[in-house]
């Protein structure tokens, strides 16, 4: 039973290419977030939603862009894929968001090259 | 600027030897503080977290951490590692009222048997 799950778990593209990755929680969690893992090592959110409402939108490129049909499920769509690209994609969810106990689960990651 | 630095890129430990890996922070006021480890290629986990309470917060796999608030500081130790600690430790912060989990850049643990 997993809490938080992506798919693909690896993706190999060309450049210039659209494509997208799919998170799902079945936590019950309101919150959604998309979280970026550079080659070494470094996490930093790129997006977060609430009951599927943007609230955080840090300074990512507009080729990114998060939907989230319900608030069990945040996906990303990635358009015109650059090699910078290329890195880990977490997804995690957690019961809220500027509350005082919000706790963040994490997904299994996605591993996206771009050749 | 916020941030969250974590001082030890990569420490190197034999098996035993106890551990202790520094986080500090930039906030000011009241925060959530969180540790995650990342064992080679999985997923991060929550190892253990300090909402409020005891400074003092005992985690999963024998890990402790020491909220001192005057030092910003939020270290993290294990008396005894195991080969199987070998992974990468995140330290993060939340600001209460804020959304953001600011992560600090990690610090790379091997532990040799």
């Known amino acids: 039973d997993t809490a938080v799950s992506q798919t693909p778990k690896y993706l190999v593209t060309q450049m210039g290419n659209d494509k997208s990755i799919k998170c799902e929680q079945n936590?019950?969690?309101?919150?959604m977030y998309w979280y970026k893992q550079d080659s070494k090592k470094f996490l930093k959110i790129m997006f977060s939603?609430?009951?599927?409402?943007?609230?955080i939108n840090e300074t990512v490129p507009n080729r990114f862009s998060p939907k989230s049909p319900d608030k069990a499920h945040l996906n990303l769509h990635i358009n015109s894929l650059e090699l910078g690209d290329s890195a880990v994609y977490f997804c995690?969810?957690?019961?809220?968001?500027?509350?005082?106990?919000?706790?963040?689960?994490f997904g299994p990651g996605t591993r996206l090259l771009v050749l | 600027a916020q941030s969250v630095s974590q001082h030890n890129h990569h420490v190197i430990l034999s098996e035993a030897a106890s551990l202790e890996l520094g986080c500090n922070y930039s906030y000011g006021g009241t925060v959530n503080l969180f540790w995650y480890v990342q064992y080679p290629g999985q997923h991060l986990q929550l190892l253990l977290k300090?909402?409020?309470?005891?400074?003092l917060v005992k985690g999963i796999k024998g890990f402790e951490a020491e909220f001192i608030k005057s030092k910003f500081s939020f270290n993290l130790r294990k008396p005894s590692v195991q080969w199987s600690d070998t992974a990468e430790y995140f330290c993060?912060?939340?600001?209460?009222?804020?959304?953001?989990?600011?992560f600090g850049t990690g610090t790379r643990l091997l532990v040799s048997p």
């Open positions: 300090y909402f409020s309470g005891d400074p």
């Open positions: 936590l019950g969690h309101d919150t």
């Open positions: 995690a969810s957690s019961r809220e968001t500027s509350g005082s106990r919000q706790t963040q689960y």
């Open positions: 993060a912060v939340k600001k209460t009222g804020f959304q953001k989990l600011v």
């Open positions: 939603y609430n009951n599927k409402e943007l609230i």
